[in-house]
């Protein structure tokens, strides 16, 4: 997938969550090839930055760079029963209204209610310290298109 992005912030690897396109580009001849490229509320990954640069006014020294995105992985707290490396899911919040230590796990930034996603890495089996008791492991999910 191909967007535009500040030339600041144009590098490999570089993760980044689209809130929402800013009202000057309501306008703009690039927006179809920046902005409506990219689904609200998702993080992507630069896996590719291009040798070319456009005019923006929004961002800092008015360039941007074409850079190719993908989906980025998410890691994410998920119930431990359903934790298996390599099986698929309905990716689903916890019934929780704790704003505790673990909460930007439990509501990761970049998946929504119902993404298909593939378990690509558990990173922990079983977390502790749930206050609601639930049983959780820590995993990297790939969202699937």
């Known amino acids: 997938m191909i967007t ?9 690897d570089l993760v980044f969550l689209f809130n929402k396109a800013a009202k000057e580009c309501e306008d703009c001849k690039f927006k179809t090839s920046c902005v409506e490229s990219l689904d609200e509320g998702r993080k992507y990954k630069i896996v590719n930055v ?5 005019f923006c006014p929004i961002h800092d020294k008015e360039k941007v760079n074409v850079v190719e995105v993908e989906k980025a992985d ?18 689903n919040t916890p019934d929780c209204n704790i704003k505790c230590i673990y909460h930007k796990f439990c509501f990761a930034d970049g998946l929504k209610e119902n993404d298909k996603c593939t378990i690509e890495e558990i ?7 749930c206050v609601k008791g639930y049983s959780l492991a820590k995993v990297v999910l790939k969202i699937n298109e």
């Open 123 to 129: 990173l922990e089996k079983h977390v502790e310290g």
């Open 50 to 54: 291009r040798d070319n640069h456009q």
């Open 74 to 91: 998410i890691t994410t707290f998920i119930d431990a029963k359903k934790s298996f490396k390599g099986s698929t899911l309905n990716y």
């Open 4 to 12: 535009l992005i500040g030339e600041d912030l144009a590098k490999k």
